[in-house]
């Protein structure tokens, strides 16, 4: 079991910044990839970035440029460094630990999520 848990949501405006963090407990965390999706009201969960256990990660081409995602494997962590914020943006973000050798940009490959962080950008 991996428990997985999210912070760093907020209420930001428009060219604002945001990070979001992911603590991870459970089985080793370094083993897993990790990633970020979001969701917003009355759309379908997206993927936003992922990171494998290496650091080599991926992200969507709707944030590229403006998000970064990274891990501290000693503090059982993963980030998601988010700038230029845009009101589209605006979704709960989802933290996802999948299997290392899963395809990381899809929603199946993904074993575990945390609960949830409200991410809100007003214009």
């Known amino acids: 079991q991996v428990q997985l848990v999210e912070s760093g949501g907020g209420l930001v405006q428009a060219g604002d910044s945001l990070r979001l963090s992911c603590a991870a407990s459970g089985r080793t965390f370094s083993s897993y990839a990790m990633g970020w999706f979001r969701q917003a009201p009355g759309k379908e969960r997206e993927f936003v970035a992922g990171?494998?256990?290496?650091?080599?990660?991926t992200s969507a081409d709707s944030v590229k440029g403006r998000f970064t995602i990274s891990r501290d494997n000693a503090k059982n962590t993963v980030y998601l460094q988010m700038n230029s914020l845009k009101p589209e943006d605006t979704a709960v973000y989802y933290c996802g630990a999948a299997p290392a050798r899963r395809n990381i940009a899809t929603m199946e490959s993904y074993d575990y999520w945390g609960q949830g962080t409200q991410v809100t950008v007003s214009s």
């Open positions: 990171i494998y256990w290496s650091g080599g990660s």
